[in-house]
């Protein structure tokens, strides 16, 4: 089965290639650095030819709230399009776990629209919502850093590591369309304050990590389950011990 993967050359992309050929698929990465651009729709028709699904695990080149919502109705309304031209049968789309409730922020308000976008559309669907990545545990850090302390919220996170999101992201792509949503979540749940404290343990960085309920994530004011499944999810297996203990590649 031919499955084109937007965003193929990316952390999840990649991934997400390298598992759907390891189980016999052909699957081709597409992005701008292989001459298809889903912003302008250059190359799409091409590399759909063929193809029973898509992935789209693309993602926006800025978190600017114009920027961001610009890219995903234009992205996605332009595949969407193509797949319809080219007879493809399932849109599979990454997504991201409390979607909803982080309305507060540009960004997730795109991702919203795209989520939309992609309902309302003719082809048959399955959006995959994850939890925040593990090798975005720095980042979350960073942004609460100020000097020699990190304050960060206290709020509850089920992080995941990157190749769980992409096995879990295959298998929805070679199943059958579920025209909903799959949440995939990590197998542990933490407050964020623990979460980036065993990280900076882990790196050996000496700063003092503050728990403070008022700081914000990326700009929004979390409430306790903001960011982990309120319902059925998907438990992948790697705990951030096992992540942290591996070798860096």
Known sequence: MKIVVIGGSGLIGRKVVNDLREGGHEAVPA?????????????????????????????????????????????TGNLLAAEAEAGVGHHVALSVVGT??????????????QEELIKGSS????????????????????????????RVPTAFIQPIA????????AAVAVGPP?????????????????LVRRGLSAWRDPREVVPDPHARYFGIELVEDTLVPVGEARIAETRFAEWLARPAT
């Open 162 to 169: 990157a190749g769980d999101i992409a096995d879990a992201v």
């Open 31 to 75: 992005s701008p650095s292989s001459g298809v651009d889903t912003v302008t729709g250059a190359g799409l028709a091409e590399a759909l030819e063929g193809a029973s699904v898509v992935v789209d695990v693309s993602n926006s080149p800025s978190f600017e709230d114009a920027v961001a919502l610009d890219f995903f109705r234009t992205s």
């Open 100 to 113: 909803e409730r982080l309305s507060e922020s540009g960004y997730f308000r795109a991702k919203a629209a």
């Open 123 to 150: 082809i048959q669907y399955s959006i995959v919502r994850a939890t925040q990545f593990f090798e975005f545990v720095k980042s979350i850090a960073e942004a609460g850093s100020d000097g020699d302390v990190i």
């Open 178 to 194: 579920v025209n909903g949503v799959v949440e995939v979540a990590g197998p542990e749940r933490f407050r964020l304050d623990d």
